[in-house]
């Protein structure tokens, strides 16, 4: 590794934000520091920031989720947000959504190594499991897509009033108002930008809430994701 790819000590801030969970993610973040750059998965440039700008960046995010509530992280990647979150909350059901068999094979290897029993790793694009996988009540999501595409792959996961918090930066409130017409197609009834991460993170973690009404994705996506039910239903009878 070059010395740009050095990973610093944990900051103190970190013992508070992921209590007992604190040695795991020394782990996770050696694991980042060390395959996750040989495989491809972070830039080694990344390294010396991970704790401010990705590992606390995400777990702060924990701020927003309501309790006992099930999770999908579209677009992994490496994890972020969605390891982080599963560490300091064992109280979700997380799913782990990512395309790319090298990061789901990194991810199994990270879920297994942490013992994260209540997370799952799926392969597969949102389009793809829209159906196949049970409606979840929060879709996250990190520097995966604009917010109009993003929720496009992410708000047909939820359930009814569901939600989708997508970690943004400053340009969040220009992304809502460029996505107005597309989010409202896909029956969301509420946007927010949330700031988070209070003494943790400077600066703060910034969170676009999207709120869904009674029919996540709107009356196409309700068609297709009953008809992709009703296909699965069909081949576990046989």
Not at 10 to 19: S, T
Not at 39 to 62: D, F, K, M, T, Y
Not at 109 to 134: S, Y
């Amino acid at each position: 590794m070059t010395e740009s790819a050095e990973l610093p000590q944990a900051p103190e801030v970190a013992h508070a934000v992921f209590g007992e969970a604190f040695p795991e993610v020394v782990r996770y973040a050696e694991l980042l520091a060390d395959a996750g750059v040989t495989r491809g998965l972070i830039g080694p440039r990344e390294v010396p920031r991970l704790w401010q700008r990705h590992l606390l960046n995400c777990a702060v995010l924990s701020e927003v989720v309501p309790q006992g509530v099930t999770v999908c992280d579209v677009g992994s990647g490496a994890g972020l947000p969605g390891i982080p979150l599963a560490l300091v909350r064992r109280d979700l059901k997380i799913t782990l959504l990512e395309p790319l068999l090298r990061r789901t094979n990194f991810l199994q290897e990270v879920v297994e190594l942490l013992g994260l029993d209540h997370v799952t790793v799926v392969r597969g694009r949102a389009e793809e499991v829209l159906g196949k996988l049970p409606p979840v009540h929060v879709v996250t999501a990190r520097a995966v897509a604009p917010l109009d595409r993003l929720a496009g792959w992410g708000v047909p996961l939820l359930r009814p009033y569901g939600e989708m918090l997508a970690l943004k930066g400053d340009t969040a409130e220009e992304e809502i108002h460029g996505a107005r017409a597309a989010l409202s197609k896909l029956g969301v009834v509420e946007t927010s930008v949330l700031q988070v991460g209070e003494g943790v993170v400077d600066p703060l973690s910034t969170v676009v809430r999207v709120v869904v009404g009674e029919s996540p994705g709107g009356v196409r996506f309700a068609t297709k994701r009953a008809k992709a039910a009703r296909v699965s239903r069909t081949r576990r009878r046989r």
